[in-house]
């Protein structure tokens, strides 16, 4: 069972930013498509960025222009820089891998990590 582990996170002040890294057990094959979700308390969760082998990504809406999502050309590892953070981007933030499109519906989710954005 593919497990994916999750390094990054933490408080920030708004403004701020953070650098999220996420890596998986498989070696063997790349995967192709690599992303993250976040959920804050009381709310669902929902795709922040993900990022194909092909160079294809997305981003949601409320990100756009402030987050960045990479991944590494020879490893499953992908990367979210997070840039001008706002108190809303708080949440815990999950990293998900093995779908096969970008609507990264894939079955494999790393632990989570807080991110804290607060003055």
């Known amino acids: 069972q593919m497990q994916l582990v999750e390094d990054g996170g933490g408080l920030v002040q708004p403004g701020g930013s953070l650098r999220l890294s996420c890596a998986a057990s498989i070696t063997t094959y790349r995967l192709s498509v690599m992303g993250w979700y976040r959920q804050a308390p009381g709310n669902q969760r929902e795709l922040v960025a993900a990022a194909a082998t092909d160079g294809n990504t997305k981003y949601a809406d409320s990100v756009k222009g402030r987050f960045v999502i990479s991944r590494d050309k020879s490893k499953n590892l992908v990367s979210l820089e997070m840039n001008n953070l706002k108190l809303e981007d708080t949440a815990v933030y999950y990293c998900?891998?093995?779908?096969?499109?970008?609507?990264?519906?894939?079955?494999?989710w790393g632990q989570g990590t807080q991110v804290t954005v607060s003055s």
């Open positions: 998900n891998a093995g779908a096969y499109d970008l609507e990264l519906t894939g079955p494999a």
